[in-house]
C-alpha cells in the first residue's frame, strides 16, 4: 500500500509563489512515476504536470508551462511542484498521484494512476 500526503497549498495572490510537496511511505517511490492533478470547483479533474521515475522525462499541460516545475526526491521520498506566476484561474485542489504502470510515455490521463493523496488546496485572489 502507497500512501500520498500533500502539503503547501494556501491563499496567495495572483502572481506570487507556492511550492507544493507530495510525501509518500514506502521504499516503492523510485518505482513510480508521478503526477501532479487539480480539480477546481465545478469543473472535472485535470492533469497539471508528469514525472519520469528518475526525474529526466518532464510533461506539463499547455496552460501552466513556463510557470510550474516538477521535481522529485527519490532519497526522500519527495515529488514537488513549484508554482510561479500564479493565476486566479489556478484555484483548486492539487493531488499527486503514482503510476506504477510500465507504459514508455508519462500519461496526462488519470487512469494509470493508482494511488492518489488527499488533496491540497491552493487559493489565488486577484
Known amino acids: 500500500q502507497v500512501r500520498l500526503v500533500e502539503s503547501g497549498g494556501g491563499l496567495v495572490q495572483a502572481g506570487g509563489s507556492l511550492r507544493l510537496s507530495c510525501a509518500s511511505s514506502g521504499r516503492t517511490f523510485g518505482r513510480f512515476r508521478m503526477g501532479w492533478f487539480r480539480q477546481a470547483p465545478g469543473k472535472e479533474r485535470e492533469f497539471v504536470a508528469a514525472i519520469s521515475r528518475i526525474g529526466g522525462t518532464t510533461s506539463y499541460v499547455d496552460s501552466v508551462k513556463g510557470r510550474f516545475t516538477i521535481s522529485r526526491d527519490n532519497d526522500e521520498n519527495k515529488l514537488y511542484l513549484q508554482m510561479n506566476s500564479l493565476k486566479p484561474e489556478d484555484t483548486a485542489v492539487y493531488y499527486c498521484?503514482?503510476?506504477?504502470?510500465?507504459?514508455?510515455?508519462?500519461?496526462?490521463?488519470?487512469?494509470?494512476?493508482?494511488?492518489w493523496g488527499q488533496g491540497t488546496q491552493v487559493t489565488v485572489s486577484s
Open positions: 498521484a503514482a503510476d506504477p504502470t510500465l507504459a514508455p510515455a508519462l500519461s496526462t490521463s488519470g487512469a494509470p494512476y493508482s494511488y
